[in-house]
């Protein structure tokens, strides 16, 4: 690759670390206070589901198990909390496969969610997020090579062996909780972008694919509906258990990645779906979910979709000490030395004009001990279709891929509240019989990064 390239491509790249160092700068943060329970004052959560809820670290409305984790900036403002969420990743990757598929480029997958809560009537709250990436910017060609991933267009054909870049607006909301006494939450969501109610938190905010720089194949059948046009959500909470539903656009976002642009059919809330979510202990947390989706993909306007997912997250605190004088309502344990997050998960589409199936199965699991080191499994077989060896033609299922990836990285601190995280992971993928003719049987993949993290 031509060394202009690679300068221009290195330059966006570290654009956007620049700009989370810039974004830090302007907050005022609070005094450091490991473990704190987020709940508005003299609000006690008695459930770890709604607790959980109430403090809208996860992307849309979903929701991962209650000791999980959540790296951010916190601070206060005329009576606001302010959260500052943010990830980057500036990668370079290698995919190889038999015939030249594959291929190499510099790239950054991120994303930035600022957010600020206040409480609002009594015993309600109101909570304001949005969240942006400038991988329209930071993955050029409108891709980033990855083998047998398929899922939306760049230039007007079908990408095949690549991932798309995300929207600049990933998601702009509004959120508002009610407690109906001690043990019931009612929520309300609105987006212009957002995530509906459909499947777990998406991978790029799940804590256990947090250290994995790409895509996971099975995202289009999983959660591809995490940048939605005009999301409306409402959820009871009860106890361990939550049950939402929403109404929203259900066509995939444009190529136009720099603003929302409209579809061939408007912007009209034209899907639907519900999730059932339940959490029996602060350790566990497990969904299903199914949606009615109308046209999603621009290639095939006619074609709506029934999508089902089911997942189950197990997340442990490794070493983790608590303070028992700490006042009520308040857990002042101090930071975890560890942390053993995982996720299963399940994802189902059906063509409701031909009645093709897809299914998608994904385990993965991230193991952070000693403080500030990182190795973690991903673990997939996912349908594929013949778009991959000719994208003009009908589409037809070819059967399986299956691809089996381990990482490491290690966090040092390069500046106040920003961590970077050198690192790589290696990916060996098998072919399904239909393909070992064009991809071989055994392709790989690897990926060489640093990943970049704003903390407290």
Not at 13 to 26: E, G, I, P
Not at 420 to 430: E, I, K, L, N
Request: glycine share 8%; charged share 15%.
């Amino acid at each position: 690759m031509p060394f202009p390239r690679i300068a221009t491509r290195a330059v966006a790249c570290l654009f956007f670390a620049s700009f989370v160092t810039l974004a830090t700068a302007q907050q005022s943060i609070m005094p450091d206070m490991p473990g704190m329970n987020m709940s508005a004052p003299g609000t006690k959560h008695a459930d770890p589901l709604s607790g959980t809820i109430w403090q809208h670290t996860d992307s849309g409305t979903s929701t991962e198990p209650a000791s999980t984790p959540a790296p951010m900036w916190m601070g206060q403002h005329h009576g606001w909390m302010t959260m500052l969420h943010g990830n980057a990743f500036v990668a370079d990757t290698q995919q190889q496969a038999d015939n030249s598929r594959g291929g190499d480029k510099l790239f950054s997958t991120n994303w930035i969610m600022p957010m600020a809560m206040h409480p609002l009537g009594g015993n309600g709250q109101i909570t304001l997020r949005a969240m942006f990436s400038l991988e329209p910017a930071t993955v050029t060609g409108r891709f980033y090579p990855e083998l047998f991933q398929q899922g939306e267009t760049a230039f007007g054909r079908p990408i095949v062996d690549g991932q798309h870049p995300h929207d600049f607006f990933m998601e702009i909301t509004a959120l508002y909780d009610l407690r109906l006494g001690q043990h019931a939450l009612l929520s309300l969501y609105a987006a212009p972008v957002g995530d509906p109610a459909l499947g777990p938190t998406a991978y790029p905010h799940r804590l256990s694919a947090s250290e994995d720089p790409i895509a996971a194949l099975g995202h289009h059948q999983q959660d591809s509906s995490h940048i939605a046009m005009n999301v409306v959500t409402a959820g009871l909470t009860y106890k361990w258990a939550r049950i939402e539903g929403s109404g929203f656009h259900g066509e995939e976002p444009t190529e136009a990645r720099w603003q929302p642009e409209p579809s061939a059919n408007g912007h009209a809330v034209d899907s639907y779906s519900a999730r059932l979510t339940i959490s029996p202990t602060r350790n566990w947390s497990g969904q299903y979910s199914v949606a009615h989706i109308t046209a999603p993909e621009q290639l095939h306007p006619t074609e709506d979709q029934q999508r089902q997912t089911a997942s189950v997250m197990y997340n442990r605190p490794l070493g983790a000490h608590h303070d028992t004088t700490s006042m009520p309502g308040m857990d002042m344990a101090t930071h975890a030395t560890g942390d053993w997050s995982n996720t299963l998960l399940w994802g189902h589409t059906r063509s409701l004009a031909d009645n093709t199936i897809a299914d998608s199965y994904l385990a993965e699991s991230l193991l952070k001990f000693h403080t500030r080191n990182y190795a973690w499994v991903r673990i997939e077989s996912a349908a594929r279709t013949s778009e991959l060896v000719n994208p003009t033609g009908p589409e037809l299922p070819v059967g399986h891929v299956q691809a089996y990836t381990l990482g490491y990285d290690r966090d040092y601190k390069v500046a106040p509240h920003l961590l970077a995280a050198p690192g790589a992971q290696f990916t060996v993928y098998r072919a399904p019989d239909a393909l070992v003719s064009t991809y071989g049987r055994t392709p790989l993949g690897a990926v060489a990064f640093v990943r970049f993290r704003i903390v407290q």
